[in-house]
């Protein structure tokens, strides 16, 4: 069963940083894209950064020039750079995976980690 699991999230002040990180196990053919999602309370998952197996990227407008989605193709593991943050990135980020496996594409989520931005 493939997994994705999460770490980095936590409680910072406006204007810090914090890095998430997300590995993928299990038995995965090919990596199609990795992304970051975030849910604050009261309001839809949205599309935070994502990142294709070619590296190509993309970014919510309000996270452009301060969040950065890079990839470790070795350790299958994605990560997020969130610097200069405000209390409205505050929310739930889930990591999100896409791969194939017989040229089927599958998507798996990550549990979720807390960021926590206080003013």
């Known amino acids: 069963q493939v997994q994705l699991v999460e770490s980095g999230g936590g409680l910072v002040q406006a204007g810090g940083s914090l890095r998430l990180s997300c590995t993928a196990s299990g038995r995965i053919f090919r990596i199609n894209a990795m992304g970051w999602y975030r849910q604050a309370p009261g309001k839809q998952r949205e599309l935070v950064a994502s990142?294709?197996?070619?590296?190509?990227?993309t970014y919510a407008d309000s996270v452009k020039g301060r969040f950065y989605i890079s990839r470790d193709n070795a350790k299958t593991t994605a990560y997020l750079q969130m610097n200069s943050l405000n209390p409205e990135d505050t929310a739930v980020y889930y990591c999100?995976?896409?791969?194939?496996?017989?040229?089927?594409?599958?998507?798996?989520w990550g549990q979720g980690t807390q960021v926590t931005v206080s003013s």
């Open positions: 999100q995976l896409v791969y194939s496996n017989d040229m089927v594409p599958i998507v798996v």
């Open positions: 990142i294709t197996s070619g590296g190509s990227r």
